[in-house]
C-alpha cells in the first residue's frame, strides 16, 4: 500500500497522454511485480528511464541470449521493430533493467557460471542503463563488481503499525484485539517475524481467523493457508462440476501439496497450465469414491483454485505459480512430512546437499516434526560424506579435535581477527556463522563443539601456513553452510538426545568409526 501522502500525489497528477504501443493483456511485461509500479510512473513522467522486467528463471530457462529474451518479450506485447527500439534505450541509458530472482536459476556449475557471465557482459555493454538485480539473502555464492549491494529494509515499529491499521481498517474489534494481543511480552517474538511484510500479512490473516498468534514460522505458514482454505464467498461458487470446491481441507492441501512437490523437484516455479492440469488429474483420480469414467475437468479445478483463495495465480496467460516462494516451499513440506513412508525425508536430504534452493523446506520439515532426531542424523551424515574423502580437509577438520577451552582472551581476539592476505576469507566467514549458530545452543560456554567450532575460525583467520585449494575451499564452504543449516535446524527441532546431535557438528570423531 502507498503511504497517504504519495496516494494523493499520484491521484493529483496530470493523466498521461495515451501510449503509442497497447501492451497486450496479460504478458508478463505488466502481470508482475515492481514492474507495474515502475510502468505506471514512467506514464505518468515521474521516472525518465523505461523499465524491462527479466525473470531470471525464465530467461535461463529459455536458453535464449539475454537481448533475444528481451527482443521476444517486446514483440509478444506488440512492439514493431523491436530489436532497434530496445538497442536504442538501452544505448542511450534511459533503460531501468530490472533482472529478478538471481537466485532460482538452477543450472549445474559450468551453465551457471555462463549465465552469469552473460549477465556481467550485457551490463557492462549498456553501462549507461541502470540495472537492478534482485536475490534472496541466503543465496549469498553471487558476486558483481559494479554493482552497490543493499538490502531491503524491514519494516520498524510505526511501519508495522500502520500496515495492522489498515489491515483491520474495516474491523474495528478485531484490531482492538489484535493490539491487546501484540503489547503482551510472550509476543515479542512475533514482533521480530513482523518485521517481513510478507510474513506480517500472514501474521494478519492468521489472526483474523483464530484471534491468536501463532509461536512458530510454520505454524504461522500453517494457520495462514488453513485461514485462505476455509474462507469461501458463496457468491463466487462456480456451480457446474466444481469439484475443488466438494473437497474436504485435507483433499486440498493434499492435491495443493502433491502440485507443489512435483513443480519444486523439476525446478518448476513457473508452471504452464497444461502441467498442473496433469498433475490435478493424476490426484483426482486417486481419489477413493472416483468415478473412473468422469472426465475431469483439471482446467476448471485450477480456475476455482485461482478465484477460491488464490493460493496459485496466472501471471502470465497460461502461465501460473504459486503465490510466492514460501508458499510453494511450505506445500513441498507439507507433501514431504506426509509422504515420509515413502523415504521422502532420505531423499530430502540427498536433494539439500546439491541445491541450497532446499534450505526453507529443510527448516520446515525439522521443526514440524514431533521427533525430528532421524532426519537430522540423517543430515548430519550426509554432510559429512560431502567432505570424507577429501583428505584436506579431514586433516584439517582433525586439527579442531583434541582442542580444550580456549579462554575468554583468545576468544575476544577470534571473534574479529585481522585477516592476512593468505587466509581462506570465505571460509573463515561461514566458520563465524557455524560459531554464532552454536553459541544460540543450551550450555553453549561448555560445549566441546563450540570450542571445536572458536578453533577453527581462529586457524582459518590466523594461520599463515592454511592453505586451502580454490576447489578443495569451494567444497569447505558447502560443508560450513550445511553445517550451519543443520545447527538452525538443531536450534528449532524436538529431538531425543541433543547433545549427541550438536557433537556431530563439525564431526566429532570420536563418534565416526
Not at 91 to 110: F, Q, R, T, Y
Not at 229 to 255: F, H, M, N, P
Not at 370 to 390: C, H, M, P, R, Y
Not at 408 to 414: D, T
Amino acid at each position: 500500500q502507498l503511504k497517504p501522502e504519495r496516494e494523493a500525489k499520484l491521484k493529483n497528477y496530470p493523466q498521461p497522454k495515451p501510449f503509442r504501443y497497447k501492451l497486450k493483456c496479460g504478458s508478463k511485461f505488466n502481470a508482475i511485480g515492481g514492474s507495474d509500479l515502475h510502468a505506471i510512473q514512467h506514464c505518468r513522467g515521474m521516472i525518465e528511464a523505461t523499465p524491462i522486467y527479466i525473470s531470471l528463471k525464465e530467461w535461463s530457462d529459455s536458453q535464449k541470449k539475454l537481448l533475444n529474451y528481451i527482443e521476444e518479450k517486446f514483440e509478444i506485447c506488440g512492439f514493431p521493430d523491436a530489436i532497434k527500439m530496445i538497442e536504442s534505450i538501452l544505448d542511450s541509458g534511459k533503460a531501468l533493467v530490472l533482472l529478478d530472482g538471481l537466485d532460482e536459476m538452477n543450472h549445474d556449475e559450468i551453465q551457471q557460471k555462463k549465465l552469469l557471465q552473460e549477465i556481467t557482459n550485457f551490463t557492462e555493454q549498456y553501462h549507461k542503463s541502470h540495472f537492478c538485480l534482485t536475490c534472496r539473502i541466503a543465496a549469498n555464492d553471487f558476486s558483481f563488481d559494479r554493482f552497490t549491494y543493499v538490502e531491503i529494509a524491514d519494516f520498524n515499529e510505526m511501519q508495522q503499525g500502520q500496515f495492522i491499521g489498515k489491515w483491520f481498517s474495516l474491523e474495528p474489534i478485531k484490531l482492538s484485539q489484535f493490539n491487546e494481543q501484540w503489547s503482551k511480552p510472550e509476543n515479542n517474538k512475533i514482533h521480530d517475524l513482523a518485521r517481513t511484510p510478507l510474513l506480517l500479512t500472514l501474521i494478519c490473516l492468521s489472526f483474523g481467523e483464530t484471534l491468536q498468534f501463532p509461536k512458530r514460522r510454520v505454524d504461522l505458514y500453517s494457520e495462514a493457508v488453513d485461514a485462505l482454505l476455509k474462507k469461501w464467498d458463496s457468491s463466487r461458487a462456480i456451480i457446474r462440476g466444481d469439484i475443488y470446491k466438494q473437497l474436504e481441507l485435507t483433499r486440498k492441501k493434499q492435491l495443493l501439496s502433491f502440485v507443489a512437490y512435483n513443480t519444486f523437484v523439476r525446478e518448476e516455479y513457473l508452471i504452464r497450465t497444461d502441467v498442473i492440469a496433469d498433475e490435478i488429474k493424476q490426484f483426482i483420480r486417486k481419489l477413493p469414491h472416483w468415478d473412473k469414467q468422469i472426465e475431469v475437468d483439471a482446467e476448471l479445478i485450477l480456475r476455482g483454485i485461482e478465484s477460491h483463495h488464490g493460493l496459485l495465480v496466472e501471471r502470465a496467460r497460461n502461465i501460473y505459480s504459486f503465490s510466492h516462494l514460501t508458499i510453494h516451499e511450505y506445500f513441498t513440506a507439507l507433501y514431504i512430512l506426509d509422504n515420509v513412508a515413502n523415504d521422502t525425508l532420505s531423499t530430502l536430504v540427498d536433494n539439500l546437499v546439491t541445491s541450497i534452493r532446499w534450505r526453507e523446506v529443510m527448516l520446515m520439515c525439522s521443526s514440524s516434526q514431533g521427533n525430528a532426531t532421524q532426519l537430522l542424523t540423517k543430515f548430519a551424515w550426509k554432510i559429512w560424506e560431502t567432505v570424507s574423502d577429501d583428505k584436506d580437509i579431514v586433516k584439517l577438520l582433525k586439527t579442531i579435535q583434541a582442542t580444550r577451552n580456549v579462554g575468554w582472551l583468545e576468544k575476544a581476539k577470534i571473534i574479529s581477527p585481522t585477516l592476512n592476505e593468505h587466509s581462506n576469507a570465505t571460509s573463515y566467514e561461514r566458520a563465524l556463522e557455524v560459531a554464532a549458530n552454536l553459541s544460540l545452543l543450551h550450555d553453549a560456554e561448555t560445549s566441546h563443539t563450540i570450542i571445536r567450532a572458536r578453533k577453527l575460525v581462529k586457524e582459518l583467520g590466523y594461520n599463515e601456513e592454511l592453505r586451502l585449494d580454490i576447489k578443495v575451499e569451494h567444497k569447505f564452504n558447502r560443508y560450513l553452510s550445511l553445517t550451519s543449516l543443520f545447527i538452525e535446524c538443531l536450534q528449532i527441532s524436538s529431538v531425543d538426545n541433543r547433545a549427541d546431535l550438536e557433537g556431530m557438528a563439525l564431526m566429532d570423531f570420536t563418534r565416526i568409526q
